[in-house]
C-alpha cells in the first residue's frame, strides 16, 4: 500500500477515535487550526476550478470534512465539561469575537448558522438535486449526439469513450452532491444542538462540581460554548460556500477570479453610470461627501483604465487575426480551401449591390428563400445555399449565375426601368431601352416608371428589376437542377422518407439498388423536368423493377409510367385536348433497328443521315406550333421513347417528349403533326 494511501486511512480512523479518546488541549488547538486550514484549501481549489468534474471528490470530501468537524465538537465539549476550557484557540475565538460579550458572541454565532443552513446550504441542495434531474434528462440525448458524431467520423472510438464516460461522471457527480448537502444540513443543526449541551451542561457541571458561582460558570462556559461554536462553524461555512460554488459552476475556459473580472467588467460604460449614482448619493443624500466623492472618483477611474485595455484588446486581436490571415496565405495547405465549389453563385456588379443590401430596401435575399421553396414544391428538389457576392470584374449593371463555377447564364439591369414584354404587337407609344429578357430569350424594353401604368394598359408584361433576377435564377435551377443532385443529396432524401417509410426503403437500399443507382434516376427526372417530390411513387417503382434490370435509363422509364397522373396533370390543363406531334411509323421501325445491345446496356446507333432528317422534320412542327402560340409535345412508344429523347436533347433540350403509357387513359389527345422518315 502507497504511503499517500496509507495516511488516509489512518486520518479516517483517526477522526473516529477523536470521538473516543480524550484529546490533550495542545493537539486539540493543532487540529482545529488544521481544521480552518483545510476549509481554506477547499474554497481555493473550488474557486480555480473551471468546470464541476474537475473537483468530483467533493462529495466524499465534503462527508470527511464533515464528520472530522464533528469529531473536533465532541472533543472540545469533552474538554469544556471536563476541565472549563478547550485550549487557546477556543478560548481565542470566545473572547476575541465576542469582546467579551457573550451576547453579541451568541448573535455572531446564530447569524453564522442562519446564513450557512438557509441561505448558503439550503441553495446548494437545490441547485445539486435540480443539475442531477436534468442531467439524467439530457443524458440520452448527449448519448445520441456522441454517436452520431462517431458515425460521422468527427471523433474516434476512444474520444467517444471518454464523452459517454464524461457524461456518466456528471451524472454521478450531481446525484452525490445532491446527497451530501444534507450531511452540511446535520452538521449544522448538530452545532446547534452541541452549542446548549455546552452551555446548559457547563452551568449544572461549574456550579455542582467545581463549586462555581452562577456568574463564573456563566462567564466561563459562555465564552467557551461561544468560540467552540465560532471555531467549528467558520470552516463550515467556507465549505459550505466552497458545495454553492462547485454546482453553480458552469463549464467555462477560466477560473472563477478569471471569469468574474472577465465578464463583470466588460462594460466600462456602466461603471461611469454607477459613479455618477454614487457621486449624487453624496450631494443630494445626507451621506457624506467625503464617503462617496472618493469611491465614484475610483469607479470612474476604473472606467476609462479599462475602456483604454479594451481598445488596446480590441487593436491586438485584429493584428493577430491580420498575421493569422498572412500566416496563412503562405502557408502551403493554404490553397486547399481555394478547391471548394459553391453549387450556385449569384455574382453582380457594384451598381447592382442595392438588390442585395437590406438597408437600401433589396429583398434579393427573401426572394432567394421563396425560390429555394418554390424549387421544393414543384421539383421536389432542395436548392443548396445560393451564394451571394459582388464582384468588381463585372460591368456595374450585369449580373452572372455560376452552376458548380461555370457560368450558366446572366443579364443586365437598370435598377430605375422596368422590363415590359410585348404581348405579340407593339406599341409605338411605348417607347424604351431595347434588350433580351435574359430568362426566355424574348425581345423586351427598358422602360420609365412614368410609362409603366401605359404599358400596363396597352398589354405589356411589366417586372421590375428583383422579378427579372429570381425569374431568371428559378428557370436557370429548372434547367440545370440534374447537376445539383448528387449521391449526398440523395441520401438526405432517402432519410427523410426514411423517417415515415422505413420498409419501403429499406427493402430498395442498399438491396436492391445503391444510393448512386437512385442518384443516376432522379437526376434523369430532373434533366426532363419532371418532379421528384412524389419521391415514394418513385420509390415504389425501384423497388418493382429494380430486381429485372439495374439500367438507369430503363428505371427511368419504368418510373415515368409510374407518374403518370403526374406527368399527364404538368402538360395538361383540366379538361382539354392534349395536342402532340406525333412519331410515325417509319421513324419508329427506324429507330429501334437501329438500338444497339452492350454489357453495359442498350444505346442508338442512329446514322448521321437519319439523324439529320429527324432533325429537321421535328424542327418543322415544332416551329409550326410555336407560331400558333402553343406548347410543342412530341409523343411516341414507350419502347422508343428514351432513344428519341436521346436524338433531341442536344439541341431541342426544352421539347418534351412523352410515351402514350406516361398519360392516363382519359386525357383526350390530338395529333397535329407526325414525323415521318
Known amino acids: 500500500m502507497k504511503a499517500k494511501d496509507l495516511t488516509v486511512l489512518v486520518g479516517i480512523i483517526g477522526i473516529v477515535l477523536m470521538m473516543i479518546l480524550p484529546i490533550p488541549s495542545w493537539l486539540l488547538d493543532l487540529l482545529l487550526v ?40 465532541i472533543s472540545t465539549t469533552k474538554l469544556i465539561l471536563s476541565d472549563g476550557k478547550a485550549g487557546e484557540v477556543v478560548a481565542t475565538f470566545g473572547s476575541w469575537i465576542a469582546r467579551g460579550q457573550v451576547a453579541i458572541g451568541f448573535i455572531v454565532f446564530l447569524i453564522l448558522v442562519v446564513v450557512q443552513f438557509i441561505v448558503i446550504t439550503k441553495g446548494s441542495e437545490r441547485v445539486a438535486e435540480v443539475g442531477a434531474r436534468f442531467t439524467l434528462d439530457a443524458m440520452p440525448g448527449k448519448q ?69 458561582t452562577f456568574q463564573d460558570a456563566l462567564s466561563t462556559y459562555s465564552v467557551l460554548t461561544i468560540g467552540d461554536g465560532l471555531v467549528s ?52 443624500t445626507p451621506i457624506h461627501a467625503i464617503t462617496t466623492l472618493p469611491l465614484a472618483g475610483l469607479l470612474a477611474f476604473a472606467a476609462y483604465r479599462m475602456t483604454q485595455n479594451l481598445s488596446r484588446k480590441a487593436i491586438a486581436e485584429e493584428q493577430l487575426v491580420e498575421e493569422q490571415q498572412i500566416e496563412e496565405v503562405r502557408s502551403p495547405e493554404s490553397v486547399i480551401s481555394l478547391l471548394n465549389v459553391d453549387p450556385i453563385e449569384f455574382e453582380f456588379g457594384y451598381g447592382l449591390i442595392p438588390l442585395a443590401d437590406t438597408q437600401q430596401g433589396g429583398d434579393l435575399l427573401d426572394r432567394i428563400i421563396m425560390i429555394r421553396r418554390q424549387c421544393a414544391l414543384e421539383m421536389g428538389l432542395v436548392v443548396p445555399v445560393i451564394r451571394i457576392r459582388d464582384n468588381i470584374q463585372l460591368k456595374p449593371n450585369e449580373y452572372v449565375i455560376k452552376i458548380k463555377g461555370n457560368q450558366v447564364g446572366g443579364g443586365e439591369l437598370l435598377l430605375n426601368h422596368y422590363l415590359a414584354m410585348s404581348p405579340g404587337y ?76 422505413p420498409v419501403l426503403v429499406d427493402e430498395l437500399i442498399p438491396s436492391v439498388l445503391t444510393v448512386g443507382d437512385l442518384q443516376k434516376v432522379l437526376a434523369k427526372l430532373l434533366r426532363e423536368k419532371i418532379s421528384i417530390r412524389d419521391l415514394v411513387t418513385i420509390f415504389e417503382a425501384l423497388a418493382d423493377y429494380g430486381t429485372y434490370t439495374k439500367d438507369p435509363d430503363v428505371l427511368t422509364e419504368y418510373v415515368r409510367q409510374s407518374l403518370s397522373r403526374q406527368i399527364t396533370q404538368q402538360f395538361s390543363q383540366s379538361g382539354e385536348t392534349l395536342k402532340v406531334i406525333t412519331v410515325g411509323p417509319t421513324l419508329e421501325k427506324k429507330i429501334a433497328e437501329s438500338v444497339q445491345q452492350s454489357e453495359h446496356g442498350s444505346y442508338l446507333a442512329l446514322d448521321p443521315v437519319s439523324t439529320q432528317t429527324v432533325y429537321q ?61
Not at 468574474?260 to 448619493?281: C, D, E
Open 144 to 212: 445520441m449526439s456522441i454517436d452520431a458524431d462517431l458515425n460521422a467520423g468527427m471523433i474516434n472510438e476512444q474520444q467517444a469513450r471518454e464523452r459517454r464516460s464524461n457524461i456518466e461522471r456528471e451524472a454521478d457527480f450531481y446525484g452525490s452532491m445532491d446527497g451530501a448537502s444534507k450531511f452540511v444540513k446535520g452538521d449544522a443543526i448538530a452545532s446547534i444542538v452541541i452549542l446548549l449541551i455546552n452551555l446548559i451542561g457547563g452551568f449544572i457541571i461549574g456550579m455542582a462540581v467545581h463549586g462555581m
Open 617 to 677: 422534320r421535328l424542327m418543322e412542327q415544332i416551329n409550326r406550333l410555336l407560331q400558333s402560340g402553343q406548347q410543342p409535345i412530341v409523343l411516341t412508344s414507350p419502347t422508343i421513347r428514351m432513344y428519341l429523347r436521346q436524338v433531341i436533347e442536344r439541341t431541342m433540350q426544352d421539347i418534351p417528349v412523352l410515351s402514350y403509357s406516361e398519360l392516363e387513359p382519359n386525357i383526350e389527345i390530338q395529333s397535329v403533326g407526325v414525323v415521318n422518315l
Open 426 to 501: 407593339d406599341d409605338e407609344s411605348i417607347t424604351g431601352i431595347e434588350t433580351i429578357e435574359p430568362s426566355f430569350g424574348l425581345p423586351a424594353l427598358w422602360i420609365d416608371e412614368s410609362v409603366k401604368e401605359r404599358a400596363e394598359l396597352a398589354g405589356y408584361t411589366v417586372v421590375d428589376p428583383p422579378s427579372v433576377v429570381a425569374t431568371h435564377l428559378t428557370e436557370l435551377i429548372k434547367r440545370y437542377g440534374h447537376e445539383l443532385i448528387g449521391r449526398q443529396e440523395t441520401k438526405m432524401l432517402v432519410d427523410n422518407i426514411r423517417e415515415n417509410y
Open 233 to 284: 462553524q467558520i470552516p463550515a461555512l467556507l465549505i459550505s460556500t466552497a458545495a454553492g460554488l462547485i454546482v453553480t459552476r458552469a463549464s467555462s475556459d477560466g477560473n472563477l477570479a478569471e471569469d468574474l473580472t472577465g465578464q463583470l467588467l466588460s462594460y466600462p460604460k456602466l461603471l461611469y453610470i454607477v459613479a455618477v449614482t454614487v457621486a449624487f448619493l453624496g450631494f443630494f
Open 34 to 73: 488544521i481544521n480552518i486550514s483545510i476549509a481554506m484549501t477547499i474554497i481555493l481549489v473550488a474557486m480555480n476550478t473551471k468546470e464541476p468534474l474537475q473537483f468530483s471528490i467533493f462529495p466524499s470530501l465534503l462527508l470527511i470534512t464533515t464528520l472530522f468537524r464533528l469529531a473536533l465538537n
